[in-house]
Nanobody, 120 residues
Framework: QVHLVESGGGLVQAGGSLRLACIAS????????VGWYRQAPGKQRELVAA???????NYADSVKGRFTISRDNAKNAVYLQMNSLKPEDTAVYYC??????????????WGQGTQVTVSS
């Protein structure tokens, strides 16, 4: 069985920083593309940042220059470094990953989410 677990969320003042982690565990052969999404109350879930297996990255315009996505394949981990946080970054942040298990089967997985709250 495969699991995605996010961590690192919390309460921070505007201008502060947080580092989110997404750790995949289980019978994993490889991790392909991974994305961080967020969903604020009353709003649709949106893509914040994504990274491919070849470490190409892309970002939502609203976070460019402030957020950085990275990965550590040895640890089955993907990180989201968030700097210069703004109140509008407040949301539940979710990790989404395309994983291939030991049987060679590929599937898309979501984590349970981690709350980020930025106070003004």
């Amino acid at each position: 069985q495969v699991h995605l677990v996010e961590s690192g969320g919390g309460l921070v003042q505007a201008g502060g920083s947080l580092r989110l982690a997404c750790i995949a565990s289980g019978r994993i052969r490889s991790i392909n593309a991974v994305g961080w999404y967020r969903q604020a109350p009353g709003k649709q879930r949106e893509l914040v940042a994504a990274i491919t297996s070849g470490v190409s990255t892309n970002y939502a315009d609203s976070v460019k220059g402030r957020f950085t996505i990275s990965r550590d394949n040895a640890k089955n981990a993907v990180y989201l470094q968030m700097n210069s946080l703004k109140p509008e970054d407040t949301a539940v942040y979710y990790c989404n990953a395309d994983l291939v298990n030991y049987d060679g089967l590929g599937r898309n997985y979501w984590g349970q989410g981690t709350q980020v709250t930025v106070s003004s």
